[in-house]
């Protein structure tokens, strides 16, 4: 029973032997005519840019590749890489239309010689295309990092200030800005820089496959450093007769401004809107907006101040004083034909209604007189500060000198 199965064996490795031995004879010495097919072969587009006489552009990010279908002997047909075909498709001359699917023939330029493309009569490509745009927007800064502590960083100029975006009208209605990054880290100096732009949707993401014109720009961030200055209050008109103006102050008496190079040593003050006095009618706060001179940027203020307005309203006031007698000689006696001054003043009420006895003086001075029997003599009036005389009576009075 054995024998019997060995030799079964030794017939079934016997003919795969023969099996074997026939495939290479066939394979190698007589080596017969396949068909094999060939993928995704690269398709090189050519005259690409007739394309723009129809306004229209290729779809970003399309492959065209086709399929061939080789015939050749087994060796020439073995292993054949891609890259010895070139597969062309002209643009120039077809007639294109935004969004239809044109088909376009597909040319082998080159190939092995003992191979065959079988369906080289077949070969087309669809081309989809979209309408070729542009548009012009500004550059804008994308600033990082921080001037040194002090220093202020003026907007960034550019030179030049527009981009012209041009490509598929899909994409370029997407760009929403272009954007310049500059880093000013810090800076206590002014920063230039040649910056290549990116262009961003509304989300600040980049829009790839786009032309930008120009790709880069100059950029320049004057940087200067922060000073403080008096802020001063305009005023303007007059108050009316019944008040006096006491004091005008400012929440802030000074501010920090940083000032660019043309204005940096013209400007040591900043000022307010003239205040109207003739629309004031007692004390109050009232908020003016201060006059930003060019080239002047504002750090901590927005642009306006408190103003605190004292004032005082005036009144008069009937007072009777008597007459002082200065510098008699101990000599001499006098006397007078009046001896009080009927005085109407006027000042602020506050003053006025604190006025205490002997704060008005009214006063002779009989320095150098001698005997005399009759003389007329000014009467001088002293005042507090804030009071002035209306009217006086009498304003002299009639006085006569005998010895002692």
Do not use: H
């Not at 109207?276 to 642009?303: C, F, M, R």
Request: hydrophobic letters at 40%; proline letters at 4%; glycine letters at 4%.
């Amino acid at each position: 029973m054995d024998k019997k199965r060995t030799r079964q064996y030794a017939i079934r490795l016997g003919c795969l032997f023969a099996s074997f031995t026939l495939w290479l004879y066939i394979y190698n010495v007589v080596n017969p005519i396949k068909e094999t097919k060939l993928r995704e072969v690269v398709v090189e587009l050519k005259n690409t840019e007739a394309l723009a006489q129809f306004k229209l552009t290729l779809i970003p990010n399309e492959k065209y590749n086709l399929n061939l279908t080789l015939t050749g002997s087994a060796d020439d047909l073995q292993n054949i890489p891609r890259d010895k075909f070139k597969l062309v498709a002209d643009l120039e001359g077809f007639g294109f239309k935004k969004g239809d699917v044109n088909r376009i023939p597909v040319k082998i330029i080159q190939k092995p010689d003992n191979v065959q493309v079988s369906n080289s009569d077949m070969l087309y490509i669809n081309i989809r295309t979209d309408e070729l745009i542009e548009k012009s927007l500004p550059v804008k800064p994308e600033m990082t990092g921080k001037v040194k502590v002090g220093y202020f960083a003026f907007p960034t100029t550019f030179n030049p200030t527009e981009v012209l975006v041009t490509g598929p009208a899909k994409l370029v209605n997407k760009v929403t800005s272009t954007l310049a990054t500059i880093s000013i880290a810090s800076a206590n100096l002014n920063v230039e820089s040649t910056i290549t732009l990116k262009a961003v949707d509304e989300n600040g993401t980049e829009v790839k496959d786009i032309v930008l014109n120009p790709k880069e720009v100059k950029a320049t961030t004057v940087v200067k450093k922060i000073k403080s200055i008096p802020v001063i209050v305009k005023t303007k008109g007059a108050l009316g007769k019944s008040y006096i103006l006491k004091s005008i102050v400012p929440s802030e008496e000074n501010i920090e401004i940083a000032v660019d190079e043309k204005n940096e040593n013209s400007i040591t003050s900043i000022e307010t809107v003239p205040l109207a006095l003739d629309t004031l009618a007692g004390s109050s706060e009232k908020q003016l907006n201060l006059v930003v001179p060019d080239g002047v940027k504002l750090i901590s203020n927005k642009g306006s101040v408190g103003v605190k307005i004292t004032m005082a309203k005036i009144i008069t006031k009937n007072v009777a004083i008597d007459i002082k007698i200065k510098n008699l000689s101990d000599t001499l006696s006098v006397t007078l034909d009046k001896t009080k001054v009927n005085l109407v003043v006027s000042g602020d009420e506050g003053i006025l209604n604190g006025i205490k006895d002997g704060d008005i003086e009214c006063s002779i001075d009989l320095n150098t007189l001698a005997e005399v029997a009759s003389l007329v003599v000014p009467v001088t009036i002293k005042l507090p500060a804030g009071v002035t005389v209306v009217s006086q009576a009498p304003q002299t009075v009639t006085v006569a000198i005998i010895k002692k």
